[in-house]
């Protein structure tokens, strides 16, 4: 009986453990397509209402996920830092993949050539978050497989 | 309490350059910020300031302004959104918060005749614009007849003080003179000069009950706000061009009271100019106060155009 309750707990916190790495795999992919709608968004600012950058970046402030990335950039710009280098500073500590697509934005005056940077770099964030989503749909599978095998083997050893 | 607001006004202009311009500012006296009337920047020059007496570095050893310095200042005014000021840009000036006008100079940008934008900067000049809170008061006072004032002109040559005396002379029109009613008036602010509008609100103080056009050519602006705001009085800078004229004298005959400035040493000088002669023949402006300078000090004189 004893060896019963163990092996069943040893299974359920194998299936809690993949369930906690999914969480944050979900969480990565929700960032990843809020970026991309925030940087869409900022487009359609610049482009329909002639909002700066600095303007169309705290609108996205609010933003669920990435909101805070806005807002770390904002303060930055307010305290004296440029705008690229308050970019810069701010995307640091993000995901290499995700970082790699924004340090292509280069913040500079001219329109044609923004609008495309922020075009550009929401699409590539779209196809990243495409491709991770497909990335984790498989490992999700492995990962679960894995976790459930083991514990089945862990139980036939235990019983 | 002067000179402590005009250094105060010095530091805040200095404040839109970037840090090592800053400390260059700061080497000069408080006497000399006081003083200055614009900073300016030229690539491949030193940083100067401008004095009433001329032109001078901060310091013998301030470093040479490079292009990028320029570009630097032109993202950094521009909030790194030139596309959002281009037309302002095309126009040769950015106007910043603060009120402040920077001139810029550069490269043309050219589409279909006119300038779209200046890239390559070369060179950029910060003025900076002061209030002169009741120099218009004594003026206002001696042109009124009872509560009526007549069209004004307002001559001087450049940087005589036209604009300052304007802006305080629409403030206390505005606002309503000691013992007399605040009156509607509209200001078309084409330069952006007067006002200094930044996101809706100006950056200088022109009274409470004055609604302001800015960036919109006077000879428009003029029709839109008699249609639109109902004014008793309608101010402008710088009347420059036959359409400016043209406007005023429609405007003139829908009972509206005009002040705007021009670029003329005297009366004299005025008549002398063909399109101000049309100007006066048309007797919208009845009165003209005339700006000099004597040891350094303004003088006001009031003369009869009729």
Redesign the interface.
């Known amino acids: 009986m004893i060896k019963s309750v163990g092996a069943l707990l040893i299974l359920s916190s194998s299936l809690l453990l993949c369930r906690e790495r999914f969480s944050r795999q979900r969480q990565k992919l929700l960032y990843i397509e809020d970026l991309a709608q925030a940087l869409s968004d900022m487009a359609s600012a610049v482009r329909f209402s002639g909002l700066t950058l600095p303007d169309a970046m705290a609108q996205q402030q609010i933003r669920l996920w990435c909101g805070g990335l806005f807002t770390a950039v904002c303060q930055g710009y307010e305290q004296g830092t440029s705008l690229p280098e308050s970019w810069r500073e701010a995307i640091e500590g993000l995901d290499w993949e995700v970082k790699r697509v924004l340090q292509t934005l280069s913040w500079q005056g001219d329109r044609e050539k923004l609008l495309g940077e922020l075009q550009r770099g929401a699409e590539t964030l779209r196809e990243t978050e495409e491709r991770w989503r497909e990335v984790m749909r498989s490992q999700r599978k492995v990962q679960l497989a894995g976790a459930l095998s083991l514990g089945l083997l862990l139980m036939i050893l235990l019983i | 309490m002067e000179q402590h607001s005009a250094v105060a006004r010095f530091r805040q202009a200095a404040e839109l350059l970037e840090g090592k311009w800053q400390r260059e500012l700061r080497r000069l006296s408080e006497e000399q910020m006081a003083r200055c009337e614009e900073i300016r920047l030229r690539a491949g020059r030193q940083m100067t300031v401008l004095l009433p007496e001329g032109e001078m570095a901060p310091d013998a050893d301030s470093p040479v302004v490079t292009h990028q310095d320029l570009e630097?200042l032109?993202?950094?005014l521009?909030?790194?959104?030139?596309?959002?000021s281009?037309d302002a840009m095309g126009r040769g000036y950015l106007q910043t918060k603060g009120g402040f006008r920077v001139g810029l100079c550069g490269t043309a940008v050219l589409r279909e005749g006119s300038v779209a934008n200046l890239r390559d900067i070369s060179s950029a000049s910060l003025r900076i614009g002061r209030e002169v809170r009741g120099v218009a008061a004594p003026v206002l006072r001696e042109m009124m007849d009872g509560d009526l004032l007549g069209g004004t002109l307002l001559l001087s040559g450049p940087g005589g003080g036209k604009t300052t005396l304007l802006r305080d002379m629409i403030r206390c029109l505005s606002d309503g003179l000691e013992g007399q009613k605040p009156m509607r008036v509209a200001l078309a602010d084409e330069r952006g000069e007067i006002a200094a509008m930044y996101q809706g609100l100006p950056q200088l103080d022109v009274g409470a009950h004055t609604d302001v056009l800015d960036g919109c050519p006077k000879a428009m602006a003029i029709p839109m706000l008699l249609r639109s705001m109902n004014p008793q009085v309608l101010a402008m800078d710088e009347i420059t061009e036959t359409e400016d004229i043209r406007a005023i004298v429609s405007a003139a005959n829908c009972g509206v009271t005009m002040l705007a400035t021009i670029h003329a040493a005297d009366v004299a000088e005025l008549q002398r100019k063909p399109l101000f002669r049309r100007l006066l023949q048309a007797k919208v402006f009845t009165k003209a106060v005339v700006i000099q300078r004597r040891e350094g000090r303004r003088h006001y004189l009031v003369e009869d155009l009729a």
């Open positions: 630097r032109c993202d950094m521009t909030a790194y959104s030139r596309y959002a281009a």
